[in-house]
């Protein structure tokens, strides 16, 4: 093979650029990139939105948080580039280490694995202001040449929309199933329904959706006040279970902002976390 390294202007890594299939990890035609030699990497669930706002970090924290409590080593590749959140989340603020034979992400309190380009920049305020084929390089990399070991579950924090970072997370890496987070609001649903058709033309599974911040419940009287109105986007693909509906939540919202987010427990987490793993681990028994 003959090619010339690209160094990386954030990690100073090289990397020639060159896809390998990955074994029998292929979907569609498309031909997956290999992950580092010291990976194994059973379950990779890419967590996505389409719209913003909608909350899918935190659900992509609360769901790793939760696996990991289950007993299964779990990590998150933050491809949402140029709007990371997953390390302040987890009060993550190491450097990733890297040696000759690739990047170690550093862990949460718990050792949730976390890779984001938010702790690769000297401030975690600084901007990315990189272009479309940056951002997919930078992706690619966190799968080729981060050393994650031996994962139960890998989740992908996907940025919204449908553009050059979530194709290439759909095409490049071996994505097993894909989370869907919405919210009660029209606008979200139909900005969300473009999320689902881009899953559905890549041929990769839907493992249900998460309704975010379906209710607000009432401190006094514990009824829920439905905010944002009450129409679930199973009413417009009834094909596609309902994992869970998280509420609005005061003290989840503190936790993330103090960085303590995988202390966070409920049983809403629990039952979407348990609707994933009856589609992975459990469904293979």
């Known amino acids: 093979m003959n090619c010339k390294p690209n160094q990386c202007s954030t990690c100073h890594s090289a990397t020639c650029g060159e896809k390998k299939p990955n074994g029998s990890q292929q979907q569609s035609g498309i031909e997956r990139l290999a992950?580092?030699?010291?990976?194994?990497?059973?379950?990779?669930?890419?967590?996505?939105?389409?719209?913003?706002?909608?909350?899918?970090?935190?659900?992509?924290?609360?769901l790793a948080?939760?696996?990991s409590r289950h007993g299964f080593k779990t990590g998150i590749l933050d491809a949402d580039m140029t709007g990371p959140s997953i390390p302040k989340m987890f009060g993550i603020k190491e450097r990733p280490k890297a040696d000759r034979n690739g990047i170690y992400p550093p862990a949460s309190n718990s050792g949730i694995k976390v890779m984001s380009v938010n702790l690769l920049l000297a401030k975690e305020d600084d901007p990315v202001i990189w272009r479309g084929p940056v951002i997919a390089g930078a992706v690619r990399q966190f799968w080729s040449e981060v050393i994650w070991g031996k994962l139960d579950f890998l989740l992908v924090d996907l940025p919204p929309g449908t553009g050059d970072s979530p194709l290439t997370v759909m095409q490049s890496l071996p994505v097993n199933g894909v989370v869907i987070v919405s919210s009660p609001q029209d606008l979200a649903h139909m900005v969300v329904r473009k999320a689902i058709?881009?899953?559905?033309?890549?041929?990769?599974?839907?493992?249900?959706?998460?309704?975010?911040?379906?209710?607000?419940?009432?401190?006094?009287?514990?009824?829920?006040?439905?905010?944002f109105g009450s129409r679930t986007e199973a009413q417009d693909n009834p094909e596609i279970p309902i994992l869970g509906e998280a509420p609005l939540d005061p003290a989840l919202s503190r936790m993330c902002d103090e960085g303590v987010v995988e202390f966070y427990t409920s049983q809403w987490i629990t039952k979407i976390a348990e609707g994933i793993l009856a589609k992975t681990i459990k469904g293979k028994n």
Do not use: D
């Open 35 to 62: 992950t580092h030699q010291m990976n194994t990497i059973n379950h990779v669930v890419a967590v996505m939105s389409g719209k913003g706002g909608v909350g899918k970090s935190s659900v992509t924290a609360l």
């Open 65 to 67: 948080s939760e696996l």
């Open 197 to 227: 058709k881009m899953v559905n033309k890549l041929a990769i599974p839907i493992y249900g959706i998460v309704e975010n911040m379906s209710y607000l419940q009432c401190p006094h009287c514990q009824e829920a006040i439905e905010i």
